[in-house]
């Protein structure tokens, strides 16, 4: 290695290219925090970014946990959060009508750990299996049942968005490692017979609302259809190269109602324009290819699993948000991460960066040694 | 599926269905992404000028400000309607926050603002609870500017309250001009319906709702300005745009005198009628007064149920514009018109009648209305002395039938092209006309009624002063009221000129050589009037009460069942320049100064003489109470106190519906024409025996 001369070791193998992405990303973010606050490092940018860079710190520290910790520690922790959502369900903390915090010193969301871990979880089990079995029933009902019991308990939150993105990441993994295609394709179709009934029966209220709503924003332009309206009218304001810097008059004037958490993208767009768009768009879909590539490169089937599935739960949460600020999907409660404000969504995506950076390490070592 | 064996899965076959699988997975994602670019591109570029269209509609609030409206001037550019500064509040109801208790805090604090009366608190209270969102409830106009400010100051406790400075249009002339401008008023919620035209629910916009205001609204409306302010999303105003002013209407001349107008409706006094002046050589109006009236500026604030009682309840039918709406029979006022008819029938100037008082024809006697007869009388004495004998039996020989297209020659049962919304033009009847509409042979005793401007025939002041201007001119003139809507090309009248000066010269005898006008004689020195009176009897007089009682005197008799006077005339005699209607609804010649030769002299002389003229209404007026806005004021207050107990609160402001063609008015109208139509079968069995001539004569 001829870097070595330059730099030492340890910074030299460091995966540059996907950190620089990420920080760009981050930074971005709080370019966009600043100017949603009317050009003011308070409330927003500054408390996000520091807090994104002691996260980022944390990530790249735990690149350096290797993956047989995450492999023996992926079905406690499974356990440990399965009964933290039990215990939100018995004696959470009320707010905005769904019980989804546990107070326990700070402000826990089980809920969030739940779409790594599902992750671990599941690659774990299948990691487990002998590969004759992967075609058998055997290897389909205990991951069901791993999906499906925190999902069903983040359902009843409810969370609606959460319990999607924790069966997602699950049913992914599920694909990943190698379960029968045309169960995913039965599975589709039971899905599209299934989900009128649910939309009749299970969805709540304010739920079904917001499906009727984005099916048709303009019937209901100042009630919950707001939001998908003014986000559209941010976004298409915006035009090809943006209002310019601090020129947004939707967030500014406060149109754009969460510019700052959910709807931080529409906040963006009516700045930077479809330019700015397209650039974050590119910056994340290159950081989740990173991802599906250390996957694709790992020497394990549970790294292999893993770091795909960790991948994908980044891609789930930018797909996800982005469609609702376009209005493209049913307002359901994704930030966009790395740039929404707030803590949950920054932490959990920066623990599926640091474990893809654990894989990664292990892959090069694996290659090199 | 047991039977089949299964697949053996190896560790490298897994490895290479991952790989498989992930790269599916990763084009899968890839095309998500270009799938959410293309969508923003869609928003973002393709309907680009949609959203920010919207994006601008978001931002930026517009406030309409209200057009000012264009002024109305008479002949001389003097004011007829204009519009003064007004500062106002408004609450809109759609922006009032908090509930009922909110808006009790808004009334409260309004109500120590602006000193508001409890009656008044109660009113907006009841307006609100009727009103629909985005229409504005008025809470005060023509606020003085301290209370203005005061409230301005406090708008941000005072949510859904507007304090706007606009303009309120104003009639310097008052009820005097009332029947001619109309009044203006706030658009109503059928009105907004129709066009969803936001300046109508504007606050402080108002439009014609009656007369001119109404027929040239389209010219006096004006383009609206707007006030625009960039707001939050919370109506917070975070900084002010260019403002676009508004476009005034057009400023609209009118052919009206406004002096001779207010002079000749104060002229009116407490008389329920009205006068007409037309320019002999154009036919442009110069005054068309109906009194009373209705105050225009209070109409346009919008009037009290109180106030709305008392004018429908009034005889004097305050509502009606007498001078296009009401029919009378013109009586002896078309005596020279009959004259004219019999010059051109062929009937000399020279042949003589004996007048004894009464006449018999079939089974029926008609009296004359001087008893005693007025012996041999002469076309020019007949006109004079407005014997009724005299046409009766001239009518008699030749037929109502060659008299009736003279009568339509002068303008009778005429309409003219002028801006209102509604005119009666009455009747002049004939044989094919009594056969189609009652289905019976024309008698000799309709001729009779008809000739001395009885029985079917009706018009109305305006006609009547046509008549006049016609006779006097010569010419077949066309009224006009708006200046650039004069009608100066006008035929010759198709009859003989020389005709016509012999009735001129007769007209002039009703007034100068002893006839019966003499109290119509102008004081002005070298200017003599020519006229006719005339009187409409509107009961019958049967003979019983002949034999009993004697013909009752109209003093005697309730105000309804009292004759209509009326005068017609033209000035001066020897070179037409002023033709003059004056009709009194159930005057019955009960006062000189109030009669109908009088007034006319007085109008007239205001038009050669103004300060004599003054002078003559300055000596009488006190003797009927004072001027118009006096005696409004105390019949208002008599009739508010006559109201025991006085109306609850609730008595709400509300917007006049009462255009001169609503229904309540027509009914009015109806009312008062039908009179008429009643009496005339009666005339044709001789029952009616018409009376004429004012009681007071002057030596000649």
């Not at chain 1, 029933?137 to 609606?160: N, S």
């Not at chain 2, 255009?659 to 109806?670: I, K, L, Q, Y």
Request: charged share 20%; glycine share 10%; net charge positive.
């Amino acid at each position: 290695m001829s870097r070595t001369r330059l730099v030492p070791d340890p910074i030299a193998r460091l995966p540059w290219r996907v950190i620089l992405l990420v920080v760009a990303i981050g930074a971005f973010g709080q370019v966009v925090l600043y100017s949603a606050a009317g050009g003011s490092l308070q409330p927003w940018a500054l408390s996000q970014g520091i807090r994104f860079f002691v996260l980022l710190g944390a990530a790249l520290a735990i690149s350096y946990v290797p993956e047989r910790v995450w492999k023996s520690s992926a079905l406690p922790a499974y356990v440990v959060i399965v009964i933290a959502l039990v215990l939100v369900e018995l004696v959470g903390a009320v707010r905005g009508g769904s019980q989804r915090w546990l107070d326990v010193g700070i402000r826990l969301q089980p809920s969030e750990f739940m779409k790594p871990v599902i992750v671990l979880a599941c690659a774990r089990f299948y990691d487990m299996l002998p590969p004759g079995e992967t075609r058998r029933f055997g290897a389909i009902w205990p991951a069901a049942l791993l999906i499906g019991i925190p999902a069903a308990l983040i359902a009843k939150q409810p969370d609606l968005g959460t319990a999607l993105m924790v069966c997602g990441g699950g049913i992914i993994v599920m694909f990943l490692a190698g379960v029968p295609m045309r169960l995913f394709i039965g599975g589709a179709l039971a899905l599209s017979i299934a989900a009128p009934i649910a939309f009749n029966y299970v969805l709540h209220d304010y739920q079904r609302n917001r499906v009727l709503i984005f099916l048709d924003p303009e019937s209901d332009p100042l009630g919950t259809g707001y939001h998908i309206s003014q986000s559209k009218i941010a976004i298409g304001s915006g035009g090809l190269w943006g209002k310019g810097f601090l020129n947004g008059t939707q967030s500014h004037l406060d149109y754009l109602p969460e510019g700052h958490t959910d709807f931080v993208f529409a906040t963006m767009a009516e700045e930077w324009g479809l330019v700015g768009g397209c650039l974050l768009i590119l910056a994340f879909l290159l950081v989740i290819r990173w991802g599906v590539n250390v996957g694709q490169q790992a020497t394990t089937r549970f790294a292999r699993l893993t770091a795909a599935g960790l991948a994908t739960t980044i891609f789930f949460y930018v797909a996800i948000n982005l469609s609702m600020v376009m209005g493209l999907a049913p307002v359901v409660g994704i930030p966009l991460p790395l740039v929404s404000f707030g803590s949950s969504a920054q932490m959990t995506v920066l623990l599926c960066l640091g474990i893809l950076m654990s894989i990664d390490r292990q892959n090069r070592r694996a290659v090199r040694w | 599926m047991m039977r089949r064996a299964p697949r053996i899965v190896t560790e490298a076959m897994q490895t290479y269905s991952f790989s498989r699988r992930a790269w599916l997975l990763g084009t899968a994602q890839g095309a998500v992404g270009v799938l959410l670019a293309a969508r923003m591109g869609w928003l973002a570029i393709a309907q680009n000028e949609k959203y920010n269209l919207l994006a601008e509609s978001n931002r930026v609030n517009l406030t309409m400000i209200p057009p000012r409206r264009g002024w109305i001037v008479d002949r001389h550019g003097a004011p007829v309607a204009n519009n003064r500064t007004d500062f106002r509040v408004d609450i809109i109801p759609d922006r009032l926050e908090g509930g009922d208790a909110g808006r009790d805090r808004v009334l409260t604090l309004l109500a120590r603002l602006l000193a508001l009366p409890p009656e008044e608190v109660e009113r907006i209270r009841i307006d609100l609870d009727h009103a629909a969102g985005f229409q504005p409830v008025q809470v005060a106009e023509n606020i003085s500017w301290d209370r203005f400010a005061a409230v301005s100051l406090r708008q941000p406790e005072l949510p859904g309250v507007a304090p706007t400075r606009g303009f309120a249009r104003a009639y310097p002339a008052g009820a005097a001009v009332a029947h001619l401008t109309g009044y203006v008023g706030a658009a109503n919620a059928e009105q907004f319906k129709q066009t969803r035209d936001p300046l109508l629910v504007t606050p402080g916009f108002k439009l014609g709702k009656d007369g001119l205001e109404k027929q040239l609204e389209t010219q006096l409306r004006g383009t609206p300005g707007a006030k625009r302010v960039e707001v939050t999303a919370r109506g917070k105003v975070v900084a002010e745009l260019p403002t676009r002013a508004d476009v005034p209407g057009k400023t609209q001349r009118l052919t009206i005198d406004v002096g001779l107008q207010e002079y000749a409706a104060r002229r009116l006094g407490t008389n329920s009628g009205s006068a007409v002046v037309i320019d002999c050589r154009t036919g442009e109006t110069l005054a068309m007064a109906s009194m009373p009236a209705y105050d225009p500026n209070s109409f346009s604030d919008g009037i009290s149920h109180l106030e709305w009682k008392m004018l429908s309840d009034d005889d004097h039918v305050p509502l009606m514009n007498k001078v296009t709406q009401g029919l009378y029979p013109p009586g002896s006022t078309v005596k020279p018109l009959a004259g004219l008819a019999l010059l051109e029938a062929g009937v000399p100037a020279s042949d003589h009648v004996n007048c004894s008082g009464v006449i018999r024809i079939g089974s029926g006697l008609f009296h004359c209305h001087k008893r005693s007869g007025h012996g041999p009388v002469d076309l020019k004495r007949a006109i004079e002395q407005s014997c009724d004998v005299y046409f009766w039996e001239m009518v008699r020989r030749i037929g109502y039938d060659k008299v009736a297209p003279i009568a339509h020659v002068m303008g009778l049962g005429e309409k003219f092209d002028l801006p209102f919304s509604t005119q009666r033009y009455g009747t002049v009847p004939d044989s094919a006309w009594k056969l189609r509409k009652y289905k019976a042979r024309w008698t000799v005793a309709d001729s009779l009624n008809a000739a001395i401007g009885q029985g079917y025939v009706l018009a109305n002041p305006l006609q009547l002063a046509v008549m006049a201007a016609r006779i006097a001119s010569g010419r077949a003139l066309l009224p006009s009221l708006l200046a650039n809507r004069v009608h100066l090309d006008v035929p010759a009248l198709p009859v003989a000129s020389e005709h016509l000066a012999t009735v001129r010269d007769a007209m002039y005898g009703v007034v100068n050589q002893g006839g019966t006008g003499g109290a119509a004689r102008l004081l002005v020195p070298g200017v003599a009037i020519a006229g006719k009176t005339g009187t409409a009897q509107v009961r019958r007089i049967t003979m019983a009460e002949r034999r009993s009682t004697g013909v009752l005197k109209n003093g005697q008799l309730p105000f309804k069942m009292r004759d209509h006077a009326l005068f017609v005339g033209f000035a001066p005699a020897d070179n037409p320049r002023y033709a003059i209607a004056v009709v009194l609804e159930h005057n019955g010649h009960t006062v000189r100064n109030l009669d109908t030769p009088m007034i006319g002299r007085d109008i007239m002389t205001w038009l050669f003489d103004r300060d004599r003229a003054i002078r003559s209404l300055a000596e009488v007026e006190p003797t009927w109470g004072g001027d118009i806005q006096t005696r409004m004021t105390a019949q208002a207050d008599a009739y508010r106190a006559a109201q025991s107990p006085p109306p609850a609160a609730n008595a709400t402001k509300t917007d006049p519906s009462v255009p001169s063609d609503s229904d309540a008015v027509e009914a009015a109208t109806d009312l008062a024409n039908q009179t008429q139509a009643a009496l005339a079968p009666a005339v044709a069995n001789g029952d009616l025996a018409p009376d004429d001539g004012a009681p007071e004569r002057t030596a000649p």
